[in-house]
């Protein structure tokens, strides 16, 4: 049975693909899924964004918009996400639209083999910086805190898991790596992963990764030596 699923869509000045992006996900929850929500948080956006969410949830109650004051980052808006999830499961997504929420049926069924579902791109339309980034962030991780695992497009993880047994507020990442962290958290408290293989589809506004610049790379750096840190002083 297809646990209850939150999806969470975070979203920074994303008016021209939410309205496509939501009714892709509203028509793959309504016809595969028992019992879902979509919580969309806008992470400080300045055009209508927020607006546009407000309208959807008035046609889909099960849509939810949380707002922040200003632009917190990836990993404060999954922070905030999950917070407000009310499922047994959660899953990321961007406001953009480059993962489907129709990929979620191919991580389903890896739910059997496993609690915690990660997934990979079997395609690759990000450029070649990006997917340096992503094959050098992995032996980074590995090399620097002994964790190794394949992650580019969405996992599905507990929501108890995240909020009550590991906490929310123990992941000190506010960047991308804090879906790294909580994973790292979780592999280090005794659970498994099931990889899965999803497609993804290139940005259709033209506008750049948020990812990818030196800004980003350096304070992901520093949230991992932070990351570090806490776990030696743990363990000592």
């Known amino acids: 049975m297809t646990p209850s699923l939150s999806l969470i869509y975070l979203c920074l000045n ?6 496509a992006t939501l009714a892709e996900a509203v028509a793959y929850c309504t016809s595969s899924l028992a019992d879902w929500e979509i919580v969309v948080v806008d992470d400080g956006s300045t055009d209508r964004s927020a607006e546009l969410v407000r309208q959807a949830t008035q046609a889909e109650p099960r849509i939810r918009l949380v707002q922040h004051d200003r632009n917190r980052g990836m990993g404060a808006g999954l922070r905030t996400g999950i917070a407000a999830s009310h499922k047994d499961y959660f899953c990321m997504l961007a406001a953009d639209g480059q993962i489907p929420a129709a990929e979620l049926a191919k991580m389903l069924p890896a739910l059997a083999q496993a609690p915690i ?37 969405t996992y599905l993880f507990p929501v108890k898991l995240a909020r009550d047994e590991i ?35 290139p940005r259709t506004d033209g506008t750049p990764s948020r990812i990818a610049n030196i800004k ?19 363990k000592g």
């Open 14 to 19: 994303e008016e021209r693909s939410l309205p």
């Open 216 to 234: 980003q790379i350096r304070r992901v750096a520093g949230e991992v030596v932070a990351f570090r840190q806490r776990d030696r002083a743990h």
């Open 167 to 201: 906490g929310l507020q123990a992941i000190g990442a506010d960047t991308f790596f804090f879906s790294f962290e909580l994973i790292a958290q979780a592999l280090r408290r005794g659970y498994r992963v099931a990889d899965t293989t999803i497609a993804s589809l």
């Open 117 to 153: 579902v990660l997934s990979t791109y079997g395609n690759r339309p990000n450029n070649w910086l990006r997917t340096f980034i992503s094959r050098g962030f992995r032996v980074y991780m590995r090399t620097l805190i002994g964790v190794d695992f394949a992650l580019e497009g």
